[in-house]
């Protein structure tokens, strides 16, 4: 029985994971020469409500991805504005650990193979076709290509390219699975009505920062440093409604975090700005190459879906990750994808879905985030463990907690335990 | 495999975008094609939107007409001349790529007098152009009453003169057989140039219809070609002879040509086996090239519609589906 799986981002390789365990033949397939994407430049875990998720899924039986991310940390355990008991994984280790820890499993990863489209019969897909028209046949689909860029979307829903890491002119543009297939696609909403969202950070050359902070960087793991005031007037000011919202944030502040480049936790900032910073005069962006001008445009094509992770609309295609709803972060991309690849095994052999209860982070942030998204309000939010709105629910609900044994014995109490590891066939 | 994949010809070059996405019909990109999101299935390798954006939502400036000498003219047979013409030196390497062709008339008459013909050959040193063309009505027998000296107005350059193009550019040190009939002798040669440059053993069946000899040996010994004529076809379907050289080589070639009418290309096509890489000329009528005036649309079911003076597609999809009424 074979799970085709379309991206190879956190989400995909989550779901390629537990589809593994469950019995299933899994092929992977991704558009460019890397696994991983958007977590090649990301690197923040287990903060705030992350650390329950986290473990939460450890004792569901799918905690492979966060023991990876755990033993490639550059700084465990620190605070930063806003978020407690971070860990800092390193950018530039993760990709080779876990494209090694899954081909381990016998999960064949396709690299450079762009999925453009589907043959579909009634409401099953059959298969998939690559941009050169090669067809593969499979049973059933998980659909993890994200929902940022590509290039065109960026252009009309933000600062046009800025060349980052997924890489649309070299491998080509992802194509939405979903809309493929004659599904209607969702988009999250700004504020001021326009759709889609910036990505939230950039990354920069640490040897192009100075020493004094490089060394803070790699001792502390954060850095934060002022934004001179003129910007912050002027700013205000001068730009228009885009770039005000980029850096409101942090407005006062710029804040870098060690994940082996320096991570900008702001959505983009002109260079010419950022080298008025003392210790950033001979700064260069890393990631995206552009981060002065721009950042990828997110959350243009969620798919509609149910609790258990299916698409409305089609039997046997899942979603995972920002394409199965407006989530923020790896932690939110493995726990949904983890969920995503079981029960698209489960579907494949008729047995009734797993959906987790929403006495668990997880089941809870899954069908809140759903549950939002027929609200205009609610498609202006964004759903992650880790703050903003849904970590305050967390907090609200008591489903917040870092007492690990806590989480085990919930989780044990609901007969869940080691679930997303079992056998199915 | 039965997915049929959409080029455009012109997308990435110094014509693209072109007037197409200014009214929102671009060939490829969903956001010029007046959607709202990217569904970039036809990726060529440039975003076209981009391209679009930074020419101030304009389309790039087009292809231009020049006036060019000719330096020389035969008269092979009754109705088949050839004219070679002096033309600017970039005009000419840019038409030095198989499935390049021009839009021809005399400088005495008016735009609708355009003919599209395939360059058979190209000088980049002398800078010339070589073009054969069969006397048939109006355009060619206009273009007939130019002599040695005279101007030929010539605009391109073009480039969808050949249909499965990757095939011919992907087949590599092997064996490459090239069916022809009639004039499409001319529009072959680049192609047979190309496959004998990547390496290719050349096996060429002419059928030289009603013309009296081959005119292009030349070009043949030049290519280490190995000639079969033959008899093509027998009240409008193939002849035994023809069918028994599809049937020994096409299965271990790399590549098969077609170049003649489009019966012969249909009838061909209906015979050779779904595992053989085909190209073929691209026979659709065209007058402006640029996706325009109509004249190259054809329909297909399913209200589809291909502009064929631009948009490249394997050779089987020509005729799957076409739509007669």
């Known amino acids: 029985m074979k799970v085709i799986i379309i991206g190879a981002g956190w989400a995909g390789c989550a779901a390629a994971i537990t589809a593994k365990k469950a019995g299933a033949e899994v092929e ?37 991805l966060i023991n990876i991310t755990d033993e490639n940390s550059r700084h465990k355990n620190i605070d930063f504005p806003g978020h407690k008991h971070a860990w800092l994984y390193d950018v530039n280790k993760i990709e080779a650990a876990v494209l090694n820890y899954i081909k381990n499993m ?22 998939i076709y690559l941009s050169d028209g090669t067809y593969i046949e499979g049973n059933v689909f998980i659909e ?14 933000g600062n046009g390219c800025s060349m980052c890491i997924l890489r649309c002119p ?7 699975i979903s809309s493929r297939a004659g599904v209607d696609d969702l988009q999250g909403e700004r504020e001021d009505g326009g759709l889609g969202a910036f990505s939230g950070s950039c990354k920069l050359a640490k040897e192009s920062l100075s020493n004094e902070i490089v060394e803070n960087l790699d001792k502390n793991g954060v850095v934060i440093l002022k934004v001179p005031p003129e910007d912050i007037n002027l700013d205000k000011l001068k730009l228009k409604v885009c770039q005000q919202y980029a850096l409101r944030e942090f407005a006062e502040n710029v804040i ?16 010419e700005k950022l080298r008025k910073i003392p210790g950033l005069e ?9 981060g002065g001008k721009g950042n990828s445009i997110r959350y243009l094509s969620v798919a509609p879906r149910t609790d258990d992770m299916r698409v409305k609309g089609i039997d046997n295609l899942f979603c995972a990750g920002e394409k199965g709803g407006l989530f923020v972060g790896h932690t939110e991309a493995i726990v949904t994808g983890s969920l995503a690849g079981h029960n698209a095994v489960r579907s494949a052999l008729a047995i009734p879905p797993l959906i987790l209860p929403r006495n668990t982070a997880i089941g809870d942030i899954i069908e809140y985030a759903n549950f939002m998204m027929i609200s205009q309000e609610g498609r202006r939010k964004r759903y992650t463990f880790a703050g903003a709105e849904y970590f305050k629910r967390m907090q609200e609900l008591g489903l917040y907690t870092i007492d690990v044994n806590e989480i085990k014995r919930k989780i044990e109490k609901l007969n869940l335990t080691n679930i997303l590891s079992e056998k199915l066939l | 495999m039965d997915y049929e994949i959409k080029d455009c010809i012109d997308a990435g070059t110094e014509y693209c975008p072109c007037n197409l996405a200014e009214t929102g019909d671009c060939i490829l990109c969903s956001q010029l094609q007046g959607k709202e999101f990217c569904d970039c299935t036809n990726w060529k390798g440039v975003c076209i939107y981009q391209e679009y954006a930074w020419n101030g939502e304009k389309p790039n400036a087009q292809r231009k007409i020049s006036l060019s000498k000719i330096i020389k003219k035969e008269n092979l047979d009754k109705d088949l001349i050839t004219f070679t013409i002096l033309a600017k030196h970039k005009l000419v390497q840019e038409l030095s790529v198989p499935g390049s062709f021009i839009f021809v008339r005399n400088p005495s008459t008016n735009a609708y007098f355009d003919a599209p013909i395939s360059i058979m050959d190209t000088d980049v040193v002398e800078n010339t152009l070589t073009i054969a063309v069969e006397l048939k009505g109006i355009k060619t027998k206009k273009l007939d009453e130019l002599n040695e000296n005279d101007d030929l107005l010539v605009r391109g350059p073009y480039w969808n003169g050949v249909l499965g193009i990757k095939n ?24 047979m140039k190309k496959l004998y440059a990547s390496g290719n053993k050349i096996i060429v069946a002419i059928d030289k219809s009603d013309f009296k000899d081959i005119f292009i040996k030349d070009y043949l010994s030049m290519c280490n070609a190995a000639l079969i004529e033959c008899n093509s076809m027998v009240n409008g379907e193939l002849s035994t002879e023809i069918k028994e050289i599809i049937n020994k080589y096409s299965e271990v070639s790399n590549i098969v040509f077609c170049s003649g009418p489009d019966i012969f290309i249909r009838n061909i096509l209906d015979v050779i086996s779904d595992d053989v890489n085909v190209a073929c000329c691209n026979n659709a009528k065209m007058c402006c090239g640029e996706g325009v005036c109509g004249t190259c649309s054809t329909r297909y079911k399913g209200h589809v519609v291909k502009k064929l003076c631009k948009m490249q597609i394997d050779p089987r999809y020509i005729f799957k589906g076409r739509r007669l009424i």
């Open chain 1, 28 to 64: 992977i397939f991704e558009k460019t020469d890397m696994i991983l994407g958007l977590g090649n430049v990301g690197g923040i875990m287990r903060n705030n409500g992350r650390f329950t998720a986290s473990e939460e899924i450890i004792a569901l039986g799918a905690g492979d």
């Open chain 2, 168 to 191: 011919v550019n992907s087949s590599k040190n092997g064996t490459s057989l090239i069916l022809t009939r009639g004039i499409g002798m001319a529009p072959m040669i680049p192609v």
């Open chain 1, 256 to 271: 870098l975090l060690d994940t082996g480049h320096a991570k900008l936790m702001t959505t983009f900032y002109p260079l």
């Open chain 1, 144 to 157: 993890t290509t994200g929902s940022t860029g590509p290039m065109g979307n960026c252009l009309r829903y």
């Open chain 1, 282 to 290: 001979n700064v260069k962006y890393i990631d995206p190459y552009s």
């Open chain 1, 106 to 127: 016998n999960i064949k990863v396709h690299l450079t193979s762009r999925v453009i489209d589907i043959k579909k019969s009634n409401h099953r897909i059959e298969g």
């Open chain 1, 170 to 176: 070299s491998f080509g543009p992802r194509v939405s």
